[in-house]
């Protein structure tokens, strides 16, 4: 306890400088702006803030992208409430009450909501990210490559269900070709050269931040400039500071929403906007006023955005504690914490506690930085909002040319970000979920290296993949996800139930 | 009851299936090809091909899912609108000319012409191409400010990589 307190204080004083507050306040204000602007997502703000932030020290570096993370999945609500666009895929449940609220007159009322509820959210997310993740990644010590491997076909199986809810068939196939795309190039145990047909290029892989600015980058670029103009549903605002009876009167769907979307963050590939979704179903399922949700509800705004915003924290945990990311951003979050020499995983406690208990306090400053900033300059973000497409657009595809570049220093990089960018396009126009697509590039690694250790620790004998505990708890999961989504299976399953109280009944 | 006026992505669907099904076809039979590397010793468990052979053929196995299922959507509503991915009239136009602008700056500009140049051509470019609209009066000061935001936006992008954070520019 004593030196977990140690590792607390020194991670604290490690912040406590002019350099940290400078960086918080203009990192988490960017972070709101991208958020905010239709077309720029918080997947796409950490990929290109990790390019920008490579040459800083990696506390501060962490630290501007964690900001970025939360002001960006809390600046989308902006957007969401006076365009009726959701700034990111995450506010898109903010849109059905937050937009009838602007409507009525209410916007300043609806973003102060919306800037209290994500930063409880965040809070609550925080205090899980504190008490699961010393427990958790103390779980994971226990996980070997069997463990491993079944971890990377549950969050590939669970992450193409839960994006892609009405049809896991896209979103299974879309983690699939995320992981044969992170079969290109040299494999690590044996350095030999899979799919690379001679080009040197190809030899060294897809880099995961070209991927993601391309399916986030480029494919929203073009989104944007497809869909006609959004309009503002006002320019007036009224009160933007909530009373504290506001936020009081709905403490229930606060905690439910805030323990939903950190439980939601947790599970890999899953993020804010599933969080932020099921947040709302259970919200409006639990409320006696349900008549009023998608018509202005703030209930139904309260839970879209404490669920999103619970999710940031809830999927750091799998990042600090697996190696895994629990959402998009988290997987940039991850990628960034490599390239500045953090190396996060089940050792992470024995060999950085410090830096578990330093993500703590980033996601606090974060959480501060949002809700003063989105408080106070409700108005002059209102500005923003006017900024016409044709001069942001253009500005955001130079960032993501350059972004890629600036890593690799190979323009090899920038073909990779335009060919994902365009298949990105057309997989999400055809639904195809993108979240499990990133995840897979992500885990193919994870899953080519530890399928083929495994096999060669149990010389070929899978039945051992099957009888170890926590294996067998991940294949058990993952089977009863599949088959839970086949719906002939799931026919049979409600014909049984059905049988069974007309047979108990019979003489 | 579905509406039968609504486009529909079944037949998308169905030859995406189709072409995935053969890119995992594809995918497993190179992965067979690729060497055991036996004559170095190695463990035949720990093969290359091994796990790509098993996402190609899982693959193949969802594409035909996918194609099954569409084919039978097809069947059942064969007048069905398809879903236009690159949207209809203006939509489409928009979407076209954002496409040819990002691709020619992407591909054909950068690394081949100096980096300030390829990046102030493109921007002014499209906020000209997107922004003017030829019946409003003011298009010389619309113009002007454009030609301002280019110049800022290089400025300031070419300050920021090359002198903050000390990368060759391509």
């Given at each position: 306890m004593t030196s977990q307190l140690d590792h607390f204080l020194a991670a604290l004083a490690?912040?406590?400088?002019?350099?940290?507050?400078?960086?918080?306040?203009?990192?988490?204000?960017?972070?709101?702006?991208?958020?905010?602007?239709?077309?720029?997502?918080?997947?796409?703000?950490?990929?290109?803030?990790?390019?920008?932030?490579?040459?800083?020290?990696?506390?501060?570096?962490?630290?501007?992208?964690?900001?970025?993370?939360?002001?960006?999945?809390?600046?989308?609500?902006?957007?969401?409430?006076?365009?009726?666009?959701?700034?990111?895929?995450?506010?898109?449940?903010?849109?059905?009450?937050?937009?009838?609220?602007?409507?009525?007159?209410?916007?300043?009322?609806?973003?102060?909501?919306?800037?209290?509820?994500?930063?409880?959210?965040?809070?609550?997310?925080?205090?899980?990210?504190?008490?699961?993740?010393?427990?958790?990644?103390?779980?994971?010590?226990?996980?070997?490559?069997?463990?491993?491997?079944?971890?990377?076909?549950?969050?590939?199986?669970?992450?193409?269900?839960?994006?892609?809810?009405?049809?896991?068939?896209?979103?299974?196939?879309?983690?699939?070709?995320?992981?044969?795309?992170?079969?290109?190039?040299?494999?690590?145990?044996?350095?030999?050269?899979?799919?690379?047909?001679?080009?040197?290029?190809?030899?060294?892989?897809?880099?995961?931040?070209?991927?993601?600015?391309?399916?986030?980058?480029?494919?929203?670029?073009?989104?944007?400039?497809?869909?006609?103009?959004?309009?503002?549903?006002?320019?007036?605002?009224?009160?933007?500071?909530?009373?504290?009876?506001?936020?009081?009167?709905?403490?229930?769907?606060?905690?439910?929403?805030?323990?939903?979307?950190?439980?939601?963050?947790?599970?890999?590939?899953?993020?804010?906007?599933?969080?932020?979704?099921?947040?709302?179903?259970?919200?409006?399922?639990?409320?006696?006023?349900?008549?009023?949700?998608?018509?202005?509800?703030?209930?139904?705004?309260?839970?879209?955005?404490?669920?999103?915003?619970?999710?940031?924290?809830?999927?750091?945990?799998?990042?600090?504690?697996?190696?895994?990311?629990?959402?998009?951003?988290?997987?940039?979050?991850?990628?960034?914490?490599?390239?500045?020499?953090?190396?996060?995983?089940?050792?992470?406690?024995?060999?950085?506690?410090?830096f578990v208990y330093g993500t703590v306090i980033m996601l606090v400053l974060a959480t501060l930085a949002m809700a003063f900033l989105g408080l106070a300059l409700a108005r002059p973000l209102l500005y923003v909002l006017r900024v016409p497409r044709h001069v942001m657009m253009p500005i955001v595809f130079v960032l993501c040319v350059i972004g890629p570049f600036a890593i690799s220093q190979r323009l090899f990089d920038v073909w990779v970000m335009v060919g994902f960018g365009l298949v990105g396009f057309v997989l999400r126009e055809m639904k195809y979920p993108m979240a499990p697509l990133v995840l897979g590039v992500i885990l193919g690694d994870i899953l080519d290296k530890n399928l083929r250790r495994a096999l060669t620790l149990a010389d070929g004998d899978v039945s051992i993949f099957f009888t170890r505990p926590i294996s067998a708890v991940l294949w058990g999961l993952t089977l009863l996800l599949i088959l839970g989504a086949v719906p002939q299976v799931r026919a049979l399953v409600a014909r049984a139930f059905r049988r069974r109280p007309r047979s108990a009944s019979a003489p | 009851m579905s509406d039968p006026d609504k486009p529909t992505l079944a037949r998308h669907d169905l030859w995406t299936g189709l072409a995935l099904a053969l890119l995992g076809l594809a995918t497993a039979e190179e992965s067979w090809r690729m060497p055991r590397l036996e004559e170095r010793g190695i463990d035949p468990w720990t093969a290359p091909g091994i796990v790509p052979g098993v996402l190609g053929a899982a693959l193949a196995v969802l594409g035909v899912v996918l194609a099954l299922r569409a084919a039978k959507e097809v069947r059942a509503a064969p007048a069905a609108r398809p879903v236009r991915i690159f949207g209809e009239g203006d939509a489409r136009r928009r979407f076209l000319v954002a496409l040819a602008l990002n691709l020619v700056y992407a591909c054909l500009l950068v690394g081949r012409i100096p980096y300030a140049a390829a990046t102030a051509v493109y921007v002014f470019a499209f906020m000209a191409v997107f922004g003017l609209e030829p019946r409003r009066p003011g298009v010389l000061a619309r113009l002007a400010v454009f030609g301002l935001v280019t110049a800022a936006a290089t400025a300031g992008v070419i300050y920021l990589f090359e002198t903050l954070f000390l990368v060759r520019l391509p």
């Open positions: 490690s912040f406590a400088s002019f350099a940290t507050l400078f960086n918080v306040l203009g990192a988490t204000f960017i972070g709101i702006v991208i958020g905010a602007l239709p077309g720029l997502t918080a997947t796409m703000g950490v990929a290109l803030f990790t390019t920008l932030t490579y040459t800083m020290e990696p506390n501060q570096a962490i630290l501007v992208l964690i900001c970025v993370y939360v002001g960006a999945i809390y600046g989308g609500s902006r957007s969401a409430i006076l365009l009726n666009i959701p700034g990111t895929p995450a506010n898109a449940a903010t849109t059905l009450d937050g937009f009838p609220l602007a409507q009525q007159g209410r916007a300043g009322f609806a973003m102060g909501i919306a800037t209290t509820s994500s930063a409880i959210g965040t809070l609550i997310g925080i205090v899980f990210l504190l008490l699961l993740a010393p427990p958790l990644a103390e779980l994971a010590l226990r996980f070997q490559s069997y463990e491993f491997f079944w971890l990377a076909v549950f969050g590939i199986v669970i992450a193409g269900l839960m994006c892609a809810a009405d049809d896991p068939l896209k979103g299974w196939i879309a983690g699939i070709l995320g992981l044969l795309a992170a079969m290109v190039g040299q494999e690590t145990i044996h350095a030999y050269e899979r799919f690379s047909y001679g080009v040197t290029d190809l030899a060294g892989g897809f880099n995961l931040i070209p991927v993601l600015v391309g399916v986030f980058g480029l494919a929203e670029v073009l989104t944007v400039m497809r869909d006609p103009p959004a309009v503002l549903a006002t320019t007036k605002l009224d009160r933007v500071v909530p009373r504290l009876s506001d936020i009081t009167r709905y403490w229930r769907t606060i905690i439910r929403s805030g323990l939903i979307g950190t439980g939601i963050g947790i599970i890999p590939g899953v993020g804010e906007d599933i969080g932020a979704w099921v947040s709302y179903a259970a919200a409006r399922r639990a409320s006696k006023e349900a008549h009023l949700f998608g018509k202005g509800s703030v209930e139904g705004l309260t839970a879209a955005e404490t669920g999103n915003n619970a999710a940031i924290p809830g999927a750091i945990i799998p990042v600090l504690t697996l190696g895994i990311p629990g959402s998009a951003p988290a997987a940039v979050l991850l990628a960034a914490m490599f390239i500045h020499g953090v190396r996060p995983g089940p050792l992470i406690m024995q060999e950085a506690p410090e | -």
